[in-house]
Nanobody
Framework: QVQLVESGGGLVQPGGSLRLSCAAS????????MGWYRQAPGKQRELVAG???????NYADSVKGRFTISRDNAKNTVYLQMNSLKPEDTAVYYC???????????????WGQGTQVTVSS
């Protein structure tokens, strides 16, 4: 059993900043990758940023230069620093983790509950 707990969402003005956190816990052998996705009403869920266990990162073109993903492996936690926020960034943000679970060492994908980010003046 793996749980992802998110925090940091909220309401900010355009141009503002927000930092999301996601901590993974449970029967984890290792975490291969963690990432942030977002879904706006009426739109598909899209990858915002991802980071692998070796620190490799990737970003959606729409957030490149504004968002930064980072991790703390000791805490099984991933962060998303969001700067220069735009109204278009408004969405529910979901944490995802690709986890190798204990015993079976099966690689499974887990999702957080989602946290609302609203950018509005």
């Amino acid at each position: 059993q793996v749980q992802l707990v998110e925090s940091g969402g909220g309401l900010v003005q355009p141009g503002g900043s927000l930092r999301l956190s996601c901590a993974a816990s449970g029967r984890i052998f290792s975490i291969d990758a963690m990432g942030w996705y977002r879904q706006a009403p009426g739109k598909q869920r899209e990858l915002v940023a991802g980071i692998t266990s070796d620190g490799s990162t990737n970003y959606a073109d729409s957030v490149k230069g504004r968002f930064t993903i980072s991790r703390d492996n000791a805490k099984n936690t991933v962060y998303l620093q969001m700067n220069s926020l735009k109204p278009e960034d408004t969405a529910v943000y979901y944490c995802n983790a690709q986890v190798m679970v204990l015993l079976s060492r099966r690689r499974d994908s887990y999702w957080g509950q989602g946290t609302q980010v609203t950018v509005s003046s």
